[in-house]
């Protein structure tokens, strides 16, 4: 700004002087000395202030220049900061994450624990129960073995008892007898299986000790039972075999008979009791009692 108005100002001092053509060659003289004086004040007005437009100028660029470092080092460290607090983020998330990991790490772990504690108590309360069942067991056999054990004891001495208290009523005696004879006599007729059961025809002939009242079948079994001789008689006390010899083994009209003192009663062995001194005789026949002295 100020430059120009120097501008117009010498200017118009040149318009002066060139309108002043008439002075003289003295005032020219002055007038070129004033004007080149003028000029050259001019000149270093001009040249100050270029000097100071162009110190102001350079001041301006330094404090732009910094204003611009500043704004750069700023948004440097605008975005320095920015990084550094998305690492600090990535960071802290990273940590949470790596928290979160080893936290449900540490809650899986807890819980593989918790449930393996779990599951050995389970085990050990299976256990507990099994063998508590089992020892139930053996105790609930062993009570039952003892049970057994005592009813048979208890059971071998009511029969003793019973054994001792008949032995000591069994005061009467008689005589039992058991032949098969008359097959000698009819071998013919006999089974060859049952050759081997004949012999001489003598099976038993015992003194029995029995207790008043008892029957001629339970005699005769006491008498098989102390000789081990094979006996087999049906429910109402029919004689079906003695010594594995049975009816009609030896032909159709073959079988046990029974006679007591000589006599062939009218009615079975399990009705008939017996005295003291009687002689039971248990005689096959061949032919309906007839050999034998008993035919109908």
């Given amino acids: 700004m100020v430059a120009v108005i120097l501008v ?68 440097s460290e605008s975005k320095t900061s920015k990084s550094e607090k ?85 005061t009467c005696k008689c005589t039992v007898v058991i032949d098969c004879s008359t097959i000698l006599n009819n071998k013919d007729k006999l089974k060859s299986s049952k050759a081997a059961y004949v012999g001489n025809g003598k099976i038993l002939s015992k003194k029995i000790s029995f207790s008043e009242g008892d029957t001629v079948l339970k005699v005769l079994r006491k008498a098989c039972d102390a000789n081990k001789i094979q006996l087999e008689y049906t429910n109402d006390g029919y004689v079906e075999g003695i010594n594995n010899i049975y009816e009609f083994d030896c032909g159709s009209d073959s079988g046990w008979m029974f006679r007591v003192n000589g006599v062939f009663p009218n009615y079975g062995a399990g009705s008939y009791k017996l005295s003291d001194g009687d002689t039971v005789e248990w005689l096959y026949t061949c032919d309906l009692g007839y050999d034998i002295g008993g035919g109908y």
């Fill in 8 to 75: 117009i100002a010498l200017g118009c001092v040149f318009g002066i002087g060139a309108a002043k053509g008439w002075w003289s060659k003295e005032n020219d003289a002055d007038a070129l000395n004033k004007q080149v004086a003028v000029e050259s004040e001019v000149t270093k007005e001009l040249s100050s202030d270029d000097l100071k437009e162009s110190s102001d100028d350079k001041d301006k660029e330094k404090e732009t220049t910094k204003k611009s470092e500043k704004e750069t080092k700023k948004d």
């Fill in 86 to 170: 998305k690492e600090t983020t990535k960071s802290s998330e990273n940590k949470s994450k790596d928290s979160n990991s080893e936290n449900d790490t540490e809650d899986a772990s807890e819980q593989t624990t918790a449930e393996n504690v779990t599951t050995k108590k389970n085990n050990e309360s299976e256990r507990k129960q099994t063998t508590t069942t089992k020892a139930a067991e053996t105790k609930k056999e062993a009570s039952e073995k003892t049970t057994t054990t005592k009813a048979a004891e208890t059971k071998k001495e009511a029969s003793e008892k019973v054994t001792t208290t008949t032995e000591d009523k069994e």
